[in-house]
């Protein structure tokens, strides 16, 4: 059973830095595309940033270009989203996401979520 687990989730004032992690268990994970997404109140869930679990590429969105990398333990089977500059409009539920093809809007699995709210 393919399990994403996120952590590191919480409240942090703006300008502040966060690192969320994402557990991934079930399966061999080579050739995926590993992402994060968020979803905020009200609005739709939007891609936040993606690696290529094979190779390494990343993708991010515009939005937090500059400010979030992502990464990836191989060893611990884990990703991470390394937030800096936090800003008060990157509150949301963030999501980690398995695609098995370099579509990472093509979501094959998805994480519980995690809570992180930014205060100005």
């Known amino acids: 059973q393919v399990q994403l687990v996120e952590s590191g989730g919480g409240l942090v004032q703006a300008g502040g830095s966060l690192r969320l992690s994402c557990a991934a268990s079930g399966r061999t994970f080579s050739g995926y595309t590993m992402g994060w997404f968020r979803q905020a109140p009200g609005k739709e869930r939007e891609f936040v940033a993606a690696m290529r679990w094979t190779g390494g590429s990343t993708y991010y969105a515009d939005s937090v270009k500059g400010r979030f990398t992502i990464s990836r333990d191989n060893a611990k089977n884990t990703v991470y989203l390394q937030m800096n500059s936090l800003k008060p409009e990157d509150t949301a539920v963030y999501y980690c996401?398995?695609?098995?093809?370099?579509?990472?809007?093509?979501?094959?699995?998805w994480g519980q979520g995690t809570q992180v709210t930014v205060s100005s």
């Open positions: 996401a398995g695609a098995s093809t370099n579509v990472v809007t093509k979501v094959d699995y």
